[in-house]
């Protein structure tokens, strides 16, 4: 029993950095995403204009 109350409890993690993670993830993958768009189109564009 003594063992157990000497052990060391993990801190609580703050909930503000949990929502600043999300909020930065969340940017991150908007910014991939519209990068890959642009890139899908300009693979598109060049692709039309070289012919078949």
């Not at 890139?39 to 060049?46: E, F, L, M, N, Q």
Request: proline share 8%; aromatic share 2%.
């Amino acid at each position: 029993m003594q063992r157990m109350k000497n052990t060391p409890a993990s801190p609580p993690r703050p909930t503000g950095s949990l929502f600043a993670g999300m909020m930065i993830g969340s940017a991150i993958i908007t910014m991939a995403a519209q990068a890959m768009m642009l890139g899908v189109g300009a693979a598109i564009r060049d692709s039309s204009t070289k012919g078949g």
